[in-house]
């Protein structure tokens, strides 16, 4: 499986941005970037997906490298309910049965 | 819509008890589900995954394990806790068909071992 690597923790400051880098070197040209966050003692919930072009949504951009190697989650204004775990992973046609890997995430710490 | 029920949110048991945790999707069909645990302060560990009702692939030997009696339905056992068993189990799913297709997960349960 194509793994991912991600900064332990960052800071903010609320009502900036925030930029989390993840890399992932051994990425195919078939697997597809999602990110996650985990808020405390709840479930991670979806937060974007792409494979080659930019992404915007209403929670977040994701913008990928020209070779995919690495991407970058866009928070434009952090908040003090951004303040979570957020995951990079890898799901593609190489990981069987569709599973899905996460690693440990980067700790997002919101300041006021 | 689609909905995802997993209980109990919350489980005291004692070593050597037997568990049984529940998780069951709604407004979908054949999808992938999984098994999740998150011991404190650690990420998620995934232990079991599921494309059908009957198959079940582990990836983490341990004294746990999962069925899937019916298609929207997904059951962690155990017949003897640990109490390294402890931890926030969470459940999941995915559209089987599709590698853009998010994960969704449960509320989790919150079990803990004495």
């Known amino acids: 499986d194509a793994k991912t690597t991600q900064p332990n923790s960052m800071e903010s400051n609320e009502e900036e941005p925030v930029h989390l880098p993840c890399n992932h070197s051994t990425i195919s040209g078939t697997d597809y970037i999602h990110w996650y966050r985990q808020l405390p003692s709840q479930g991670p919930e979806y937060v974007i997906h792409g494979l080659t072009s930019n992404v915007n949504n209403r929670m977040a951009s994701l913008a990928i490298a020209e070779d995919r190697k690495s991407s970058t989650l866009i928070l434009h204004r952090a908040t003090l309910r951004d303040a979570a775990v957020y995951y990079c992973i890898l799901r593609g046609q190489t990981d069987s049965w569709g599973k899905f890997q996460f690693g440990a995430g980067t700790q997002v710490v919101v300041t006021p | 819509s689609q909905t995802i029920h997993q209980w109990p949110a919350t489980l005291v048991q004692p070593v050597g008890s037997p568990l049984s945790l529940e998780c069951t999707v709604e407004?979908?069909?054949?999808?992938?589900l999984y098994w999740y645990r998150q011991a404190a302060g650690r990420g998620l560990q995934l232990l079991f995954y599921s494309v059908g009702i009957g198959q079940i692939s582990s990836e983490v030997p341990q004294n746990l394990s999962a069925s899937r009696p019916q298609d929207r339905q997904f059951i962690l056992s155990s017949k003897k806790l640990l109490l390294s068993d402890s931890g926030f189990y969470l459940c999941?799913?995915?559209?089987?068909?599709?590698?853009?297709?998010?994960?969704?997960f449960g509320n989790g349960t919150r079990l803990t071992v004495t």
């Open positions: 407004g979908t069909s054949n999808p992938n």
């Open positions: 999941a799913w995915s559209l089987l068909q599709g590698l853009n297709r998010p994960l969704h």
